[in-house]
């Protein structure tokens, strides 16, 4: 089965640190890829996407890259904010199906 | 921008009620989603609806109960809540777009504790 594996947090940084979150998965298929953003007492957001291999997600200045032979899509960004704290989901959509696997979710938390 | 709402926002009951929780989108989307968020952050998605008069379970089994009566309408029922429901209800949606993969939108969610 299809399964999505990010690293736990919080993730604790200061104001223009470089932000790294991993994630990889694991599927039967040819995934498309997607990060979320959860900010508090809100619903998901769609961050960026990539739908396949090579693909490069980008959006707010983050990034992500589909990598297939790492199974790997980790968010970046160069420079993180106060306002960039939240919590992020990598998740995993199979070609075919419309439902979304999701990791179990990464808090980061920046500090001025 | 998403248009996707759920109702209400807080919900405080007491065991045994039964409840509704609302999810309405404008966007004309066929498929509508119901995610159960636990206090530990992790997304399980309970229900989801491929268009009207269609209805799945999820990963998760739920005591919930949902309806696709109208595109736009995507109800969640409780006959009888507990306090084991107490948590936190996203509502989505996505579109087909024939191409592999649909983008879900969120709801802002209901959080819900049951005394």
């Known amino acids: 089965g299809n399964s999505v594996t990010q690293m736990e947090g919080p993730v604790t940084l200061s104001e223009e640190a470089f932000l790294t979150i991993n994630c990889t998965y694991t599927?039967?298929?040819?995934?498309?890829l997607f990060w979320y953003v959860q900010y508090p007492g809100e619903g998901l957001q769609l961050l960026l996407k990539?739908?396949?291999?090579?693909d490069k997600g980008s959006n707010k200045g983050f990034e992500a890259t589909y990598r297939k032979e790492t199974t790997s899509f980790h968010l970046e960004k160069g420079s993180v904010q106060v306002s960039d704290s939240a919590v992020y989901f990598c998740?995993?959509?199979?070609?075919?199906?419309?439902?979304?696997?999701f990791g179990k979710g990464t808090m980061l938390l920046v500090s001025p | 921008e998403a248009d996707i709402y759920q109702t209400p926002r807080y919900l405080v009951i007491g065991t045994g009620k039964k409840i509704t929780l609302e999810c309405s989108q404008t966007?004309?989307?066929?498929?509508m989603y119901w995610y159960q968020q636990d206090p530990g952050m992790e997304l399980h998605l309970i229900h989801y609806s491929y268009g009207v008069n269609s209805t799945e379970k999820g990963d998760l089994s739920s005591e919930s109960t949902v309806s696709r009566i109208r595109t736009e309408h995507f109800p969640l029922t409780l006959e009888s809540a507990r306090p084991s429901h107490t948590s936190q209800y996203l509502c989505a949606s996505s579109a087909s777009t024939g191409v592999g993969f649909d983008t879900q939108y969120f709801g802002p969610g209901t959080r819900l504790t049951v005394l």
């Open positions: 966007m004309g989307h066929d498929k």
């Open positions: 599927a039967t298929g040819y995934p498309s």
């Open positions: 990539a739908t396949k291999a090579d």
């Open positions: 998740a995993l959509s199979d070609r075919g199906y419309s439902t979304l696997t």
